[in-house]
């Protein structure tokens, strides 16, 4: 079964850092983009960042360019985003997601993670 | 940057009726178009891709149309589980990905 498990969300200070983690299983990881969307409450699906099969190339929407970071191992079948200078607008839901259809694009999202919240308040 | 925008912001239907959504680009994004399912508390469940090809175990009642700058969503028949709130998003021109602020099908 494919499956994106996210992890690492939680409670956090302005200006303070988390690291989110997603565990992908179920399909050859290394051949697929991967992606950060998230969600604040109440509000639509934003797309955050996303990575190259191989880990060479990355883009970040403007917001988050200069303070997230994302990465991939995959050899541990594993996508990271190490989120710093965090503010109260970063609040949301961060989904890791992926496009096994489009190979080797990354067109639509078909595969979607449960999410992890992630809060910044003081 | 383009902007999707979704109309309307909110959809009164009754069940067994008929829902049509729209989504309309500021520039052309030919047909790399996706919509989005999303009910509360629940990841979105991709719907539609190439604006109008059903992604895997879509019901048929899910039909999409449209190309360049304005999109059709429709629901031929709504179901008690259709109700939710639903997105699209472009694929033509990237970074970045850009969704619709989405809309809301309600209950009538």
């Given at each position: 079964e494919v499956q994106l498990v996210e992890s690492g969300g939680g409670l956090v200070q302005p200006g303070g850092s988390l690291r989110l983690s997603c565990a992908a299983s179920?399909?050859?990881?290394?051949?697929y983009w991967m992606s950060w969307v998230r969600q604040a409450p109440g509000k639509g699906l934003q797309w955050v960042a996303n990575i190259k099969p191989d880990g060479s190339e990355k883009f970040y929407v403007d917001s988050v360019k200069g303070r997230f970071t994302i990465s991939r191992d995959n050899a541990r079948n594993s996508l990271y985003l190490q989120m710093n200078s965090?503010?109260?607008?970063?609040?949301a839901i961060y989904y890791c997601a992926t496009d096994l259809a489009s190979r080797p694009r990354n067109d639509a999202f078909d595969i979607w993670g449960q999410g992890t919240m992630v809060t910044v308040s003081s | 940057e383009i902007v999707m925008t979704q109309s309307p912001a909110t959809l009164s239907v009754s069940p067994g009726e008929r829902a049509t959504l729209s989504c309309r680009a500021?520039?052309?994004?030919?047909?790399?178009l996706a919509w989005y399912q999303q009910k509360r508390g629940q990841a979105p469940r991709l719907l539609i891709y190439g604006a109008s090809t059903r992604a895997t175990?879509?019901?048929?009642?899910f039909s999409g149309s449209g190309s360049g700058t304005e999109f059709t969503l429709t629901i031929s028949s709504l179901q008690s589980e259709d109700f939710a709130t639903y997105y699209c998003q472009q694929?033509?021109?990237?970074?970045?990905?850009t969704f619709g602020q989405g809309t809301k099908v309600e209950i009538k």
């Open positions: 179920g399909f050859t990881f290394s051949n965090l503010r109260a607008d970063d609040t | 500021s520039q052309s994004v030919t047909t790399n175990g879509i019901p048929a009642r694929y033509n021109n990237w970074p970045p990905w």
